[in-house]
């Protein structure tokens, strides 16, 4: 597709969507940067002038989209917004952590698609790219409530590009690795496993893979860049990985057997003992 009309990106505040954004100005685009808080319009449009690029700056809570109008002439629709949750083991982790996972990841996320299927229709095709993660690809523990949020993504997302096809309307899923943002930037916590002696070993391990991970991230503008390739690249699949870390598990996924994916799991997390 060419870089021309209205791309909306929520959650540019900060990290791959404030890139993203920026990389879309760059790159042609109209671009509406949303975002949750609207106290952080002002540093937003700093950062864009300092950047060079021209946004027009939105407030929009996902999980509370009534009113909001859809711009006319919109090409793409990157659904970027997204909340982790605490790294609770399953038993521990209240059904509220979970509701309130998904009612962004999820709800929030389907809310803003089914404003923006006729806008993309009416505009003659599009593309809608939603922000998954490379953690799916693995049977991570701990993750349980964020990773089940991106399976239903990943879910729709197949559905829906299929339903979609007929008005030219593409679907992207984006399933980065390691990125250098403020979320990864928060990989040095401790797990909230490790308050529950029985889980403490496994957070720990945890804690040592995140930070390794954490060590060989993609720097943001990169991975921006390379998901606005995907956006622009009509012979693109439907699941991209916008850094090597994400794409190496992408690979490893599409080849690999569930069993022998759950083995090198259980063998690096699923012992008992001190880790």
């Not at 939603?130 to 701990?142: I, R």
């Not at 928060?186 to 995140?210: H, T």
Request: hydrophobic share 55%; aromatic share 4%.
């Amino acid at each position: 597709m060419e870089a021309t009309g209205v791309a909306l990106v929520t959650g540019a505040g900060r990290g791959i969507g404030r890139a993203l954004a920026f990389e879309l100005a760059r790159r042609g685009f109209e671009v509406v940067a949303t975002l949750r808080d609207p106290s952080g319009s002002a540093a937003l449009a700093a950062a864009a002038r300092d950047a060079g690029v021209r946004l027009r700056i939105a407030h929009l809570d996902v999980t509370q989209p009534e009113g909001f109008a859809m711009p006319d002439g919109l090409r793409v629709l990157v659904n970027n917004a997204g909340v982790e949750a605490a790294q609770l083991p399953l038993e521990h982790a209240p059904l509220a952590t979970w509701r309130a996972v998904f009612e962004t990841n999820v709800f929030g996320l389907v809310a803003l698609t089914q404003l923006a299927i006729p806008k993309l229709r009416a505009a003659g095709g599009g593309v809608i790219c939603n922000l998954g993660s490379a953690s799916l690809l693995v049977p991570m523990p701990l993750f349980a409530a964020y990773r089940a949020s991106k399976a239903a993504v990943a879910a729709l997302g197949e559905s829906l590009c299929v339903e979609v096809a007929p008005f030219g309307i593409r679907v992207l899923e984006i399933v980065p690795g390691a990125i250098a943002t403020d979320m990864l930037a928060r990989a040095d916590r401790a797990s909230e496993a490790g308050a529950f002696a029985v889980y403490r070993a496994l957070a720990e391990r945890i804690d040592r893979a995140r930070r390794a991970a954490a060590g060989a991230a993609t720097d943001v503008a990169r991975a921006a860049a390379a998901i606005a390739d995907a956006i622009l690249d009509d012979a693109a699949p439907l699941r991209v990985a916008p850094d090597p870390m994400g794409a190496a598990l992408l690979d490893a996924w599409r080849t690999q057997d569930d069993a022998t994916a759950l083995r090198a799991m259980l063998d690096a997390f699923g012992r008992a003992g001190d880790g």
